[in-house]
């Protein structure tokens, strides 16, 4: 989303044709940024392992090239294992987003006033 489309959502809207235009830009936005959401979710949830990997080699020394703890993590069932596990959790923490982003729109939706 660009910022023209931002500005161009914000003007004034003066007739019923000008809101069905807006509406309609929004959900195409709104369908834009569900999908760039899901995709960054699904590569995050693919790269995880690696990036959790390369931070906990940068944050414990100990972790390096010859350690035990390295060998046990080359070995392909603990992987998928560590893989599972990883899943789990990324699946818990969606689980969760999506329940907090629900009560936020539900809470915002209380709070807006009805005709």
């Given amino acids: 989303m660009n910022k023209k489309t931002v500005m161009k959502a914000a003007k004034n809207i003066s007739n019923l044709t000008e809101l069905n235009e807006a509406i309609h830009e929004l959900k195409l936005q709104k369908q834009e940024l569900e999908f760039t959401i899901a995709n960054q979710w699904n590569d995050l949830q693919d790269n995880y392992p690696v990036l959790l990997k390369n931070a906990l080699?940068?944050?414990?020394?100990?972790?390096?090239?010859?350690?035990?703890?390295?060998?046990?993590?080359?070995?392909?069932?603990?992987?998928?294992?560590?893989?599972?596990?990883?899943?789990?959790l990324a699946e818990k923490a969606e689980n969760a987003l999506d329940n907090w982003i629900d009560r936020l729109l539900t809470k915002k939706e209380k709070d807006t006033p009805q005709n």
């Fill in 57 to 88: 080699f940068q944050k414990f020394p100990l972790l390096k090239k010859g350690n035990i703890l390295i060998t046990l993590l080359g070995i392909p069932a603990i992987q998928q294992n560590a893989q599972k596990i990883v899943n789990k």
